[in-house]
């Protein structure tokens, strides 16, 4: 990004200065009207006023703040990047929006949440289930240690004790991440109770259930051709703007815009490395390559070469856990063998094959512990504690209970009384540094049952001294492993790449004056034009450029036709050059430059669909399979309840003629416009199902259920969606 920074600010010098004499005499002009209390603070410090409630700018980087952390503890596997920010931006302020209209709704019907319903979902027996999946570092915090179950104790006492002391926190900023699900569950604790009631409202009357069961407990047969929109030629269909202008008219619910929004035409310069980019890349690796087959000292070679930390001494990885395609490749070399340059996830690497280990994947070992010192506090001579943990090791010897000895262990746990300890193999480095490394070898090189007196001394780094008696207890799936050393270097664009990629964009924006030239340029320089469409207020990022606010908030501020000349950087992937191609109004029917193409099509069949039905108005199966080329077919076993029929597909209006009661047998149909074609269906058999009416009760009763709960399902997807269409609904765009 500093790169691509570079290269605009070389660009802006001369600007700088316009823009400078410029904002003066803004500041200069507005103070006269009073708005420079609104630049320097004043009323405007927020991002949607919504049936005259405000909702601060404050409060909402606050709450993307949480909903970036619940994301990072409940989603840890998904990366936090500028997309799924962009994304978490606009679900906040769509459920601030929410949230707000909510609260208006509970505060006139009387809803609310008592402080004990709050507590328990945080606190007792009914946690809500964010609660007791809190994980932090990989730990479930609330959990038992011992019986790994939810621990509602364990909730309030480990939050007391991070308020009383916040330094000894072992979760790092375990309250931040804490108070952000809290703040979270007990927030919409109404919000779940107010979608609750609304969904419980619906029903489905017994008569339309009755009605869905006896079209669902009949079977229809049909024969029909469907001619397809190819059989009239597209030249005989003339489409003009009033046909255009006349369909939309005629489908008003599915053209008008209910919230104002902005389309776009753009071109994207991509930044993508050039050939000389990659060829420098692997001159550095195949040079490294060379050394790297000889160092000695791998870690510091690593260290010093490679663009990512490639290797721990400490570390064998099973070949499952590598992270690499050529995972095959590299286990199956001797040790010592380099590999490389090879591509992978937008960098080149080169491998050494370290060392080779045959490695359990999981140990459980047992300890018992004989402290000298604890790194502050004396505790024993050395001499007095290695007398004690032999005088255990040959109590043990002679049958005493381990559970009774370990009692003597200076980290003796009674909720864990044998002392056993699960580790896993990618846990190794961490037990390594912080326990001792060669206790840490010696449950992964040792066997199941194997016992060994350690003395572990950490006095160089002011840590403990102490004896340790270890007995490997069990080990798990041991597998091949090994030691990867990694060279990597990113394949990035170079500056002189990027400052060509600029210039090209720069070219292009300066042709493009306004709307025609830079439909000009684009076929002058043969340039993709791509479409960004309907692009609301709220929106955060845009198909095919990903997070890109600034983009957006121009096009609220552009006239139609208007072109950004100077282009915009796109995260440091691309530049743009954007056209305004459209402005759409609430409660308008637009059609908008990129919609015309799929209308034309629409009006064009349903003109063919016309024609066609028509001219087969009275026709037998027979006449306009003949006359289309086309076979008559049998479709046998169609039910009504079925989406998708194995021969029809999805025809729901086909689906619909058949399964009338107004329907007469062998009838020919009038043409059925659909996708693809026009079908004239004939009804074969329509063949009532019997069953016993104790059954069809039970089954009334089951479908009722069914239906209700699809409807509920509905209403819920649908409440957040129906409420907040406001009309008196203002954004301020900057803020957010």
Excluded at 80 to 106: F, G, P
Aim: proline residues 4%; aromatic residues 8%; glycine residues 6%.
């Amino acid at each position: 990004m500093a790169v691509i920074q570079k290269i605009r600010n070389q660009y802006g010098k001369i600007a700088g200065g316009i823009i400078a004499v410029s904002l003066v005499a803004f500041i200069v002009s507005d103070a006269r009207n009073g708005a420079i209390k609104s630049v320097f603070g004043g009323d405007d410090n927020y991002v949607v006023s919504i049936n005259g409630k405000k909702i601060d700018a404050k409060t909402y980087q606050q709450r993307v703040h949480e909903y970036e952390t619940l994301m990072e503890i409940y989603q840890p596997n998904q990366p936090l990047n500028e997309a799924s920010k962009a994304q978490i931006r606009e679900q906040v302020l769509q459920q601030m929006e929410y949230e707000t209209v909510v609260n208006d709704i509970c505060d006139k019907m009387g809803i609310v949440i008592p402080a004990s319903e709050e507590n328990d979902m945080i606190y007792g027996d009914n946690a809500h289930p964010m609660v007791r999946q809190f994980t932090y570092s990989g730990q479930q915090v609330f959990n038992d240690p011992n019986t790994k179950q939810f621990d509602k104790n364990r909730v309030k006492g480990i939050e007391d004790q991070m308020k009383k002391d916040p330094k000894s926190d072992p979760y790092g900023k375990y309250m931040d991440s804490w108070n952000s699900v809290k703040a979270f569950v007990t927030r919409n604790l109404k919000m779940d109770k107010f979608n609750t009631l609304m969904a419980a409202s619906a029903i489905v009357p017994n008569y339309v259930v009755k009605r869905n069961m006896e079209l669902g407990n009949s079977l229809v047969s049909a024969r029909y051709v469907k001619v397809p929109y190819t059989a009239i030629p597209d030249a005989e269909v003339k489409i003009s703007e009033d046909d255009l202008k006349a369909y939309v008219d005629k489908h008003k619910k599915m053209f008008l815009a209910d919230q104002a929004a902005r389309s776009i035409e753009y071109v994207s310069f991509d930044i993508v490395p050039s050939v000389q980019d990659t060829q420098a890349c692997l001159t550095f690796l195949n040079g490294a390559k060379e050394e790297f087959a000889t160092a000695k000292d791998l870690k510091n070679f690593v260290s010093a070469k490679s663009e990512e930390n490639g290797i721990n001494p400490d570390v064998y990885i099973a070949k499952k856990m590598f992270p690499s395609r050529y995972a095959d490749t590299l286990y199956s070399l001797p040790v010592g063998s380099v590999y490389g340059p090879y591509q992978e996830n937008g960098a080149y690497y080169v491998a050494k094959v370290a060392d080779k280990k045959t490695l359990p994947d999981s140990v459980k070992f047992r300890e018992i512990i004989v402290v000298v010192n604890t790194g502050k506090d004396q505790v024993m001579t050395d001499e007095a504690a290695n007398k004690k943990m032999d005088s255990i090791i040959t109590a043990m010897s002679s049958g005493v209970p381990y559970d009774s000895l370990n009692k003597l262990s200076s980290n003796y746990d009674p909720n864990n009384p044998k002392g056993e300890v699960n580790i896993t193999l990618a846990q190794k480095p961490q037990i390594s540094e912080g326990l001792s490394k060669d206790i840490a070898d010696f449950v992964f090189d040792g066997k199941a049952g194997e016992k060994k007196k350690i003395k572990c001394d950490k006095s160089k780094d002011n840590g403990p001294t102490f004896y340790s008696y270890v007995e490997i207890m069990e080990q798990k799936d041991v597998q091949p492993c090994a030691q990867i050393a990694l060279i990597s270097k990113k394949l990035l664009s170079s500056d002189s790449t990027n400052k060509a990629i600029y210039s090209k964009a720069i070219e292009f924006g300066n042709k493009a004056t306004n709307g025609k030239a830079f439909d000009e340029a684009c076929k002058a320089m043969n340039l993709q034009k791509r479409n960004g469409d309907f692009l609301k207020e709220t929106s955060q990022s845009i198909e095919g450029l990903g997070a890109a606010r600034e983009v957006v908030r121009w096009a609220y501020e552009a006239k139609l036709d208007e072109v950004k000349q100077q282009p915009f950087t796109i995260g440091d992937q691309r530049f743009v050059v954007a056209k305004l191609s459209a402005i759409v109004e609430k409660n308008t029917t637009p059609v908008t430059p990129s919609m015309k193409p799929q209308l034309e099509q629409i009006v064009r069949e349903e003109k063919k669909a016309e024609k066609l039905k028509a001219k087969y108005g009275k026709a037998a199966l027979e006449q306009i399979a003949q006359e289309n080329g086309q076979a008559v077919e049998q479709a046998d076993s169609i039910r009504y309840t079925e989406d998708r029929h194995p021969k029809l597909g999805f025809e729901p209006k086909v689906m619909g003629y058949l399964f009338n009661s107004a329907t007469q047998p062998n009838a020919v149909s009038t043409g059925i416009q659909s996708q693809g074609g026009v079908y004239f269906v004939s009804l074969a058999n329509k063949t009532p199902i019997t069953a016993d009416p104790v059954a069809m009760q039970n089954e009334m009763m089951q479908k009722r259920q069914q239906e209700e709960g699809q409807l509920r399902n509905f209403m819920t997807q649908m409440l957040q969606q129906t409420l907040t269409k406001s009309d008196n609904k203002k954004y301020l765009m900057k803020n957010f």
